[in-house]
């Protein structure tokens, strides 16, 4: 990793934190080229112009990563903080048509930088959508500043903090892949994104505010994944506005797939790029499968583990198997039903209660043969605690089970208490010199389940 650092004259911000790399390392001076000092991979190049003017920087230097040190101001937000984010200009309002629109983002050191911030300080660190200049930038960027007005600006202990955090930077880990979203939503100061890159292993790229959505063509949307690298998106749902359905038409459009914290939370051992096409397959089905994580059997993820060339073609095909057969199965063991799961080459939804709403196998897989082993081996299980009759001309699963009839059992003069409970755990009980023998107060009760799905999902 060769990274630039580049302070500007005319920012007291970016002077304080120019003074702290100096002091913090020893760097050596250039005698040519457009950096004035280099320390190991770093050069630090000190410009007399405004950072957001800095089109096409990166063209005279040798580098990988562009960190612009930066103020940043604000009159609403007052008192020390710290921010860090991309650059690009959707309005077009400060570049001509020549000049693109995105400068390329930098994921994996946004994320490093903030996390070192707020390993370092007790100062806010906020993360901020894309704004402002320079977007002719084809190495990869982020400004990182001091906010927000002149007090903060020349802080020394602030401007220390931001020069450890950006030399903290060369790390091996910035060269780890990390999956990637771009972002939409919310206001300026990204509070969603910034909790899920906190809270997650994933980066984020380029971010959008609610009020830059109605900007956003499918070209710039395009663009942004682009120079972010990203795999998907992240919506802040509650905070999209009327542009929502709009924005999430052009990202399904250019082929990504929109993920909640849910869905990032419990990916689990299942590759990206194998959940990614699996959560664009549910989609293609017609399924919402929000509100419950997508879960992919040990033998279909090892099947497709193997064949990594045809993901790209995943497709899939719902089970016609009524789930509630599933679930009661999954009451009376749970442990032998979810290792037979695991046997089979199948995807499924878990909700939260643990309950399983949908099963899905790939298109090429036999699914009427997948759907009997699954409704034998249930049956194998509910034998363990009721009575189970099959009809196949019916198609229909009859459960019968001994109940404690409570009713039953007080006209036989059973009052509530220890003789009540004990008659209703199985046990015979007397009364004065009469017994009452479970088998009087138990009563049989069937019940009937279609074997096809009842369905529990919402659809597209």
């Not at 001509?96 to 400068?103: D, F, K, M, V």
């Not at 983002?105 to 007790?122: C, D, G, N, Y």
């Not at 199965?329 to 939260?352: C, G, N």
Request: hydrophobic share 40%; with cysteine; aromatic share 6%.
């Amino acid at each position: 990793m060769r990274a630039a650092i580049v302070c500007s004259e005319i920012d007291d911000a970016s002077q304080n934190i120019a003074r702290h790399l100096l002091k913090r390392v020893f760097w050596a001076r250039c005698s040519e080229g457009p950096a004035q000092w280099t320390y190991g991979n770093f050069q630090l190049l000190v410009t007399k112009e405004r950072l957001i003017k800095q089109e096409a920087l990166d063209r005279g230097l040798n580098a990988d990563l562009l960190i612009f040190a930066s103020r940043h101001q604000s009159e609403k937000r007052k008192g020390p903080v710290f921010t860090a984010h991309f650059t690009g200009d959707i309005a077009g309002s400060t570049h001509g048509e020549s000049i693109p629109t995105l400068a390329r983002a930098a994921p994996r050191a946004l994320k490093l930088v903030v996390e070192t911030l707020k390993r370092l300080s007790r100062i806010e660190v906020l993360v901020e959508i894309t704004h402002h200049g320079p977007c002719d930038i084809d190495t990869p960027s982020l400004f990182v500043e001091i906010g927000s007005s002149k007090a903060e600006w020349t802080d020394e202990a602030l401007g220390d903090i931001v020069a450890q955090a950006i030399l903290a930077l060369d790390s091996p880990s910035l060269d780890l892949a990390c999956a990637t979203a771009v972002g939409f939503g919310g206001p300026h100061y990204a509070v969603r994104h910034a909790d899920v890159l906190l809270g997650t292993d994933i980066c984020f790229g380029h971010m959008f505010a609610t009020y830059q959505l109605e900007r956003l063509t499918q070209e710039t949307v395009k663009e942004a994944f682009e120079k972010s690298r990203a795999q998907f998106a992240y919506f802040d749902r509650k905070q999209m506005g009327t542009n929502r359905d709009r924005m999430l038409s052009i990202v399904h459009n250019l082929g990504y797939e929109v993920l909640r914290k849910g869905d990032i939370e419990g990916r689990g051992d299942v590759s990206w790029e194998l959940y990614l096409r699996i959560k664009r397959a549910l989609r293609l089905c017609g399924v919402a499968s929000e509100g419950a994580r997508i879960r992919v059997s040990a033998s279909l993820r090892d099947a497709l583990n193997a064949r990594t060339s045809s993901i790209s073609r995943f497709e899939l095909k719902r089970l016609d198997l009524n789930t509630a057969i599933i679930k009661l199965a999954r009451a009376v063991d749970d442990e032998a039903l979810m290792q037979l799961i695991e046997i089979e080459k199948i995807v499924y939804l878990e909700r939260k209660d643990g309950s399983i709403p949908a099963i899905f196998v790939p298109a090429e897989i036999n699914a009427q043969d997948v759907q009997s082993a699954l409704l034998e081996r249930c049956t194998d299980i509910l034998t363990q605690r009721y009575e189970v009759e099959y009809s196949q001309p019916k198609s229909k699963l009859y459960i019968s089970e001994r109940k404690f009839n409570a009713r039953l059992a007080r006209s036989l003069g059973v009052a509530d208490g220890p003789l009540f409970a004990k008659l209703a755990r199985g046990e015979p009980i007397r009364i004065n010199s009469k017994v009452i023998k479970p088998e009087d107060v138990f009563t049989k009760v069937r019940k009937a389940f279609d074997i096809a799905n009842a369905d529990e999902l919402g659809q597209h």
